[in-house]
């Protein structure tokens, strides 16, 4: 999880925590939403203080915590529903149970949570969970569809063991999930030109197969091309990441594949209604001619000789007018003027620079130094994590689709 950026600080998160077995994950949600520097004001439901005492929310959010009790104490002109709505930047429902979704989509308010979601002018967010069954019965489905019409995130339930030890869909999204989905709120509300945009971004090094066992492959790991798809769902895009590497718990959508040829056919796939694409994959140049069939026995054999032929260039091959196209370069020492010649090549609006003979940046590091290149002259980023050369990445998309 990437570091929240400073503007957020401070801001009211209003977590509405309801009485669901992942409750457990709504106290991590709380101490998480802490340290990306906003204030969660926590209120829970009758059925959610069965599981977890209101005591272990108050200690992770420093704050008390709201509950239909203290909404019908003497409050002197002070509304409790009304105040907490006020305050608020955005409203996070985590767990969210079939019985509260139930009611926020009737527009029920017999309780301090229901209450202030109907009072609450913001972003809302919930996080759904429950039994599979219950998950897939229509009413939830249409209670979802509703919210969901009404403009409310539904983030998606993960597959997997359920804790009624059944397997099926409705687990919680990660608090990691939920973290992201929260900022994300907050800065789309800005609409900056990425907002509703498509963009297909590429990450991690591909795999060209020798024979049933060996691939000649790289050293990336699609963190940033990861980093650059956060940011670009950070800032309201409509995401999807084709990707050589497993994502955990992603926000957006993901298409895996393999090879340069896999990568190739899922970015045309993908660029058709898009806006934007960033290859920051690191994509083979050269792949074995043919695939040996079962495995290359080493025998009596003193040398091995494969042929090698070109692989599709992905990003040369994706150039249309209204596509945005963002490329990269790595490049062995501070060679800035093949970046230059490679930007006019493949006509890119953006090329983003990093000599990967630098120590400790780049390839497979958590750091990165970069150079874009931009129609309008050249931007440094000195070393810094990926998720900062993202935002300055997606500053220049953001200058460039406003051109
Ligand atoms: C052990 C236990 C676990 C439960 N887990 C869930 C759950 O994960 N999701 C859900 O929708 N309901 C779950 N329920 C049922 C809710 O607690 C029940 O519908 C309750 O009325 C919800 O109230 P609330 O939405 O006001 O919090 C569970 C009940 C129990 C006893």
Not at 263 to 285: C, I, S, T, Y
Not at 316 to 329: K, Q
Request: proline share 4%; hydrophobic share 45%.
């Amino acid at each position: 999880m990437s570091e929240a950026p400073a503007i957020h600080a401070a801001r009211t998160v209003l977590v509405g925590v309801t009485g669901g077995i992942a409750i457990y994950k709504a106290v991590e949600l709380v101490r998480g939403l802490v340290k990306d520097g906003f204030r969660p004001l926590v209120v829970t439901t009758e059925a959610a203080q069965r599981f977890v005492m209101p005591l272990t929310f108050a200690a992770v959010s420093q704050a008390p915590v709201l509950d239909d009790q203290s909404a019908w104490q003497s409050s002197g002109g002070w509304f409790q529903h009304i105040e907490a709505a006020r305050t608020a930047s955005v409203m996070v429902v985590a767990p969210a149970t079939a019985n509260t979704l139930a009611k926020m989509a009737a527009g029920m308010a017999d309780n301090l949570l229901t209450a202030i979601y109907l009072a609450f002018r913001g972003p809302v967010i919930v996080a759904p969970t429950m039994n599979w069954a219950m998950n897939e019965h229509a009413a939830t489905r249409e209670n979802l569809r509703v919210l969901a019409e009404r403009g409310v995130e539904v983030l998606p339930t993960e597959e997997g063991e359920l804790a009624c030890g059944e397997e099926g869909s409705g687990r919680m999204a990660s608090p990691d999930v939920i973290r992201l989905a929260v900022r994300r709120a907050l800065a789309s509300a800005a609409a900056g030109p990425l907002a509703g945009k498509k963009i297909v971004v590429t990450s991690g090094g591909t795999r060209e197969r020798i024979d049933a066992v060996r691939f000649i492959g790289n050293r990336s790991s699609g963190k940033m091309g990861r980093a650059v798809a956060d940011e670009a769902y950070l800032r309201g895009a409509r995401v999807t990441l084709v990707t050589t590497q497993p994502v955990e718990g992603p926000s957006y959508d993901v298409v895996r594949v393999e090879s340069a040829d896999e990568m190739a056919a899922a970015v045309g796939e993908q660029v058709r209604d898009a806006d934007v694409l960033v290859m920051a994959a690191a994509v083979a140049d050269f792949r074995p001619k043919d695939e040996q069939a079962g495995k290359i026995e080493r025998g009596a054999r003193e040398s091995l000789t494969l042929e090698l032929v070109r692989t599709v260039d992905v990003l040369a091959s994706t150039a249309r007018p209204g596509l945005f196209r963002v490329g990269f370069a790595a490049e062995a020492g501070p060679r800035l003027d093949r970046a230059r010649a490679k930007k006019a090549a493949k006509g890119v609006d953006l090329l983003v620079f990093n000599d990967i003979l630098a120590e400790g940046v780049g390839i497979g590091s958590d750091e990165n130094e970069i150079t874009i290149l931009t129609p309008n002259g050249e931007v440094h980023v000195p070393r810094t994590s990926k998720t900062a050369c993202a935002a300055a990445i997606a500053d220049q998309i953001e200058a460039g689709l406003e051109r």
